[in-house]
């Protein structure tokens, strides 16, 4: 039976199972609040998390995502490559990106995930920004103020299109610091 994701239960479950297995291979236990955010993204639903530094809240929201590509490959292995942007993460600080980049990219090639996380902040270097203007990674990871000058770009409608699906997201770590550029 399908979620209306494009795949089924028992694809879901597997896919949760590899992110589980992952996470063992690790040396660590998922925590319950990640398990439960994992459940709420995959209906749909979006939230807070709240928890203190290193607790893991970055893979609480990011394996969300990462069941459902995992269970939509099922059907449609074509996800798991490179394509149009598909998650944008918005973090407050330039800072923060690297960290917050390499801790999305690091389940994704054990998982058979061959995304490319991108960074963009004042600090990206020209020949990456070029190539962004190309065409951006599956997950960027930005602050308010490169997204700002990104949007202002004359082609930001087809950069972004594919932003606008059901299946892209928008993650937003730290919603104050959002909140105070208001």
């Not at 896919?15 to 925590?31: S, T, Y």
């Not at 059907?75 to 990106?97: F, H, K, S, Y």
């Not at 004042?122 to 203007?133: F, V």
């Amino acid at each position: 039976m399908s979620r209306g994701h494009g795949y089924s239960q028992a694809a879901e479950r597997r896919a949760v199972g590899m992110v589980r297995e992952w996470f063992r291979k690790q040396g660590w236990n998922a925590f319950r609040y990640q398990q439960q955010t994992w459940k709420e993204y995959l209906q749909g639903k979006s939230g807070l998390v709240h928890s203190t530094t290193g607790t893991g809240k970055t893979l609480a929201v990011w394996m969300g995502p990462v069941v459902q590509i995992l269970a939509e490959s099922e059907q449609n292995p074509a996800v798991l490559d490179e394509g149009p942007i598909r998650i944008l993460w918005i973090t407050p600080l330039r800072a923060l990106a690297a960290d917050t980049a390499a801790s999305l990219q690091f389940p994704l090639h054990d998982l058979g995930i061959r995304w490319q996380v991108g960074r963009r902040t004042g600090d990206t270097p020209a020949a990456e920004r070029q190539r962004q203007r190309e065409r951006l990674p599956r997950v960027l990871v930005t602050t308010p103020e490169s997204l700002s000058l990104l949007l202002t770009r004359s082609d930001a409608g087809v950069q972004f299109r594919e932003l606008l699906c059901a299946k892209c997201k928008l993650v937003t770590c730290n919603a104050t610091a959002l909140l105070g550029q208001c």
